[in-house]
């Protein structure tokens, strides 16, 4: 699943999704931005698309 990554935490120097964010229930969609911050390194980008 989207939730349980096997990535280290503040590993990550660039993340990316396209047209994803849509298809997430609303309740889940701060947990997605909690998970995509917490395996960020500091200075780190997400990269996002929607319609």
Not at 8 to 29: C, I, K, M, N, T
């Amino acid at each position: 699943d989207g939730y349980h990554l096997d990535i280290e935490p503040r590993s990550v120097d660039v993340a990316f999704s396209y047209q994803f964010l849509e298809h997430l229930h609303p309740d889940d969609v701060p947990l997605h931005f909690e998970l995509v911050h917490r395996l960020l390194k500091p200075g780190g980008c997400y990269i996002f698309d929607t319609p």
